[in-house]
């Protein structure tokens, strides 16, 4: 039971649109139908609405073809808001919700007091009842927004269709939407089918998704599985980190910083061409202070390497997914010997050396002393002010930050600082020898 979308060929005039589209939507499901500019997902609307005509195919809800509907069942069953609805007449809200009621009167017949306490539940399911009196014409676009769903909740369907519900509204409309869409769903057993721009919305609040690309479904099912880097790469021609927030449990897109779109052999040259390579940066981090910075210098067009971290760190996961470089260590163990060794190799290719305002305890101390090692070597090492606050080993951190500015590492208080700093040294200056004396206050 449900709706079912059968094996559906669409065109406009000679030009097929919409090919051999099979799916499911069951009773209480959020679908999102996601895709590029010119897929087909507004005119799949369409076509479930019966505003266009499958070529070939069928449409069935609850077993029965909607096509053996009459227009007066259809639309008690079937209701659609639009991406775009002009209304330039100067009704008010409540005279609009009620035009959803028109498919459950007779030809003359007017609104009763049933209609009118329908229409009021509908508007305070969508939280516009305060605006009953109001013109349609004075409310903006995200109070027009819940006055047309309240309309189509009017006509009391089992069908929901909204073509991008969100576009161009402010964010706490969009949440506010979405968080309805989604309730309409659990509480009212409606199907809702969206059509969803924003990957991130269709990823939070859907159940499953529909991905389109030049007319055919490339993909369907949970957002985890439809959402991945290969399916957004084929289709939307971006390049995208897929990641899982722990805390919601739920999945988000993010585009790959640029300077981080080079292939293997563009690594290769880099490595062998020192004039070509860019300025090298070594990330000491963990417990996620190094998240932030990643993503910051990756998109400044610097080269970087990180850890040594944890694997479960969020450092770790941040690493791995911008395609950075980065030494590991198994979780809660402390720092071996050989990814000691491995850290000192990255340290030496490194222009420079950032310590980040994480924790430290005797886990990881062994990133300090390789810091310290670092600077033994030349290299500018530049460290957030604080370690005092962060040393969990009884002092041992702080006498190796006393010690590294007392070799001329450049102590910072923010990323500001940092920037400026690290622009500094690596500018018309130039990076100092490994034997140099470099200090920068």
Not at 85 to 103: C, H, K
Not at 288 to 308: C, D, I, N, P, Q
Not at 337 to 351: R, S, T, Y
Not at 385 to 402: N, Q, Y
Request: charged fraction near 25%.
């Amino acid at each position: 039971m449900g709706l079912k979308v059968r094996d559906v060929d669409a065109y406009y005039g000679s030009k097929k649109v919409l090919a051999s589209i099979d799916f499911n939507a069951a009773h209480g499901e959020f679908l999102g139908i996601i895709g590029p500019n010119g897929s087909g997902k507004t005119t799949l609307l369409r076509t479930i609405s019966r505003i266009l005509r499958p070529r070939k195919g069928t449409i069935l809800l609850d077993e029965r073809a909607i096509e053996e509907l009459n227009e007066r069942d259809f639309a008690c069953k079937f209701a659609l808001v639009p991406q775009e609805t002009a209304i330039n007449f100067e009704f008010s809200a409540l005279d609009i919700v009620l035009m959803g009621r028109n498919p459950h009167l007779g030809r003359w017949e007017l609104e009763s007091q049933k209609d009118i306490e329908i229409a009021k539940r509908c508007m305070e399911l969508t939280n516009c009842w305060h605006l009953a009196d109001r013109r349609i014409t004075e409310l903006s676009g995200g109070e027009k927004q819940l006055v047309l769903i309240a309309r189509a909740l009017a006509q009391e369907p089992e069908v929901l269709l909204l073509d991008e519900p969100t576009s161009h509204l402010d964010i706490n409309y969009q949440i506010e939407i979405m968080e309805l869409l989604k309730r309409l769903t659990m509480q009212e057993g409606l199907i809702v089918i969206a059509v969803i721009h924003d990957l991130n919305l269709a990823a939070h609040y859907c159940d499953r998704l529909v991905l389109l690309h030049r007319g055919r479904v490339v993909s369907i099912g949970t957002p985890e599985s439809v959402l991945n880097p290969d399916n957004i790469k084929d289709t939307f021609g971006a390049d995208v980190i897929v990641w899982r927030y722990a805390v919601t449990n739920h999945y988000y897109v993010s585009p790959v910083p640029v300077q981080n779109r080079y292939n293997d052999r563009d690594k290769d040259r880099e490595r062998d061409s020192d004039s070509d390579r860019g300025t090298r940066i070594h990330l000491i981090c963990g417990g996620g202070a190094g998240a932030s910075l990643m993503h910051t210098l990756t998109e400044r067009g610097y080269k970087v390497t990180v850890g040594v971290v944890n694997m479960l760190d969020t450092d770790c996961e941040v690493a791995q997914h911008l395609g950075i470089p980065v030494v590991t260590e198994a979780p809660f163990s402390p720092i071996a010997d050989k990814a000691l060794h491995e850290l000192m190799v990255m340290i030496q290719d490194a222009d420079a050396v950032i310590v980040c305002d994480m924790p430290v305890g005797f886990g990881n101390l062994r990133n300090l002393e390789a810091a310290k090692r670092a600077s033994e070597l030349g290299k500018p090492v530049l460290i957030f002010d604080g370690i005092e606050e962060r040393d969990f080993t009884g002092g041992e951190a702080t006498k190796l930050f006393v010690g590294l500015k007392s070799r001329g590492a450049i102590v910072v208080k923010d990323k500001e600082e940092l920037f400026n700093k690290l622009e500094f040294i690596v500018g018309g200056r130039g990076i100092r020898s490994s034997n140099s004396n470099y200090n920068c206050n």
